[in-house]
């Protein structure tokens, strides 16, 4: 390659730098079952399996202070970690925790981020092990670094799903964009005039989805009591046909998926319409609301069919039929990924 050329980063995207850097990886570890390309990294200690996995948070790209309180703010990077382990099917168990600051910050402000992740820490049962304090001259960065345990017979990869696997998800979609679309729109409200009051009034539900989203551990627990395990997951950050092209893709399947099973939560569809934007554009790439998006074994579907919170919305394919979306009209179109741009 030419030395003096120069790529600029979205050129490749977020996908494609990852893509790029990991060709360069080598690996050295006996141990090291998994690396770059999945959800966490697996790496094998004996008996079981360890999950590492690791995010970060910066201020401007992944929150915004003057809508998002520093406990809901904590909590979230908790939970966005633990989420990665659930999406390998394992139990998240310690964290570090490094954070850079600004003088912005006060103690107390320090204090109260430090609030919402005890309280994650607390209700995932994980232990803050460690980490990091420094400084920042542009805002907040959190970054979180995940450990936890999967059974060896038990960890379920993106790259597994086979054809005729049942597509499913978890919880319901679109809330968590709906409520960043909310919270936006009343950020520029109220720059445009302080005097306004914010109209949120009766969408708790999508705020909540927004600033204090959840770890599905509990669909990890419910999924091993009806003793099923996935053929392949990942956990929804980025917008459910992305996540579904990332399956189809570690896999080198295609899929179907059926518009009239997508669980859109009713608020996000309403707002979605005051919006002007298409629900089904929202349901698709809204992003951020953390569910877990699995394949399972035909057979095993009598054993989730009455489960309130799985959706069953399609199933795997061959590659050379690609992923498509089967509309309500009838027709068909082409899964498209618009994720989150963060170049
Ligand atoms: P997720 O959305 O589940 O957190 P990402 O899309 O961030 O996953 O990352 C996909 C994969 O690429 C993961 O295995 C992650 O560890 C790896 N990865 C991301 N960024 C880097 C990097 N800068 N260097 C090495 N590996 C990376
Ligand atoms: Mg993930």
Redesign the pocket.
Known sequence: MDNNSRTELDQLG??G??ER??AG?QKFQENTVK???????VIDIGDQYLLM???MLIEGIHFDLSYTPLRHLGYKAIA?NA??IA?MNGIPQQVTVSVALSNRFSIEAIEELYEGINLACESYNIDLVGGDTTSSLSGLMISISIIGRVDKNKVVYRSNAQVNDIICVSGDLGGAFMGLQLLQREKSVYLANPEMQPELEGKDYIIQRQLKPEARLDVIHELNDLKVIPTSM??I??GLASEIL?ICKSSNKGAVIFEDKLPIDGMAFNTALEFNLDPVTVTLNGGEDYELLFTIKPEDFEKIKNQPDIATIGYITEKSAGANIVLKSGNSATLKAQGWKHF
């Open positions: 977020e996908f730098l990852i850097l990991a990886v690396g770059i390309g999945d959800d966490a990294a996995s690791t995010d966005v989420s990665d999406a990942i956990d950050s980025d990332h």
